[in-house]
């Protein structure tokens, strides 16, 4: 019987890391809580270091929308989102949009007019339209 319960105990602990894959109180628990709310939290490999870093400068002017955050979380996501960024002219913008860079506007380009159009799309930012609630994983 003790041994059917340590077994069980095991059994359940593993469960319950399963459910947790990512680390309450993490860095990434963080960026996906605080950039996943409006809308789904953009990979950070799609935008380079650069671009994430006047993003984070400027979140009370976010595309139209206040982010802002406090100086200590934002600090912690700008680092994570600096160690996981994409390289290169490819992955930059002007705008600071993913939607605007090369890589996505090659990747994109089968794409019509009339399809990005579509009411359930409407924004080239609405990835989760065609793509689900996750791009590229993670
Ligand atoms: C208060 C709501 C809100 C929060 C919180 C928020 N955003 Fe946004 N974000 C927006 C809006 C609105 C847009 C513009 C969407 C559009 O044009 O359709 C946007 C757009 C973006 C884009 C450009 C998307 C594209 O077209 O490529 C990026 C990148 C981005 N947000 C990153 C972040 C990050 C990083 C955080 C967390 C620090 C964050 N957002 C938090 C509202 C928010
Ligand atoms: C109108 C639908 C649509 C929207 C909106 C859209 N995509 Fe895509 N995306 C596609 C299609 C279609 C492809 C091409 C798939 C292929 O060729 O296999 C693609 C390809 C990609 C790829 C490369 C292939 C892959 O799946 O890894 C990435 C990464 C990607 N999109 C990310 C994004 C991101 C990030 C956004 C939002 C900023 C976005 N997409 C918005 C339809 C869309």
Same mark, same amino acid.
């Given at each position: 019987?003790?041994? #059917?319960?340590?077994?069980?105990? @095991? ?16 860095? #990434?628990? &963080?960026?996906?809580? $605080?950039? +996943?709310?409006? *809308? #789904?939290?953009? /990979? ?23 982010? =802002?955050?406090?100086? &200590? ?8 989102? $600096?160690?996981?960024?994409? %390289? +290169? &002219?490819?992955?930059?913008?002007? !705008?600071?949009?993913?939607? $605007?860079? /090369?890589?996505?506007?090659? =990747? *994109?380009?089968? #794409?019509?007019? +009339? =399809?990005?159009?579509?009411?359930? @799309?409407? !924004? *080239?930012?609405?990835? %989760?339209?065609?793509? +689900?609630?996750? @791009?590229?994983?993670?």
């Amino acid at each position: 019987m003790k041994r #059917i319960i340590g077994l069980l105990l @095991v059994l359940g602990m593993n469960l319950a890391y399963a459910d947790n894959s990512v680390q309450p109180g993490s860095n #990434i628990a &963080k960026w996906k809580e $605080e950039c +996943g709310s409006c *809308h #789904i939290p953009y /990979p950070p490999q799609l935008l380079s270091a650069d671009n994430w870093q006047s993003l984070m400068g400027s979140l009370n002017r976010h595309f139209g929308a206040n982010a =802002e955050l406090d100086a &200590k979380d934002n600090k912690r996501i700008l680092g994570f989102l $600096e160690r996981n960024a994409g %390289s +290169g &002219k490819l992955y930059s913008s002007a !705008s600071r949009r993913i939607s $605007e860079t /090369p890589w996505f506007i090659r =990747e *994109h380009d089968s #794409i019509s007019p +009339g =399809e990005w159009a579509n009411p359930d @799309v409407r !924004s *080239h930012s609405n990835c %989760s339209a065609c793509h +689900g609630k996750t @791009v590229l994983g993670d």
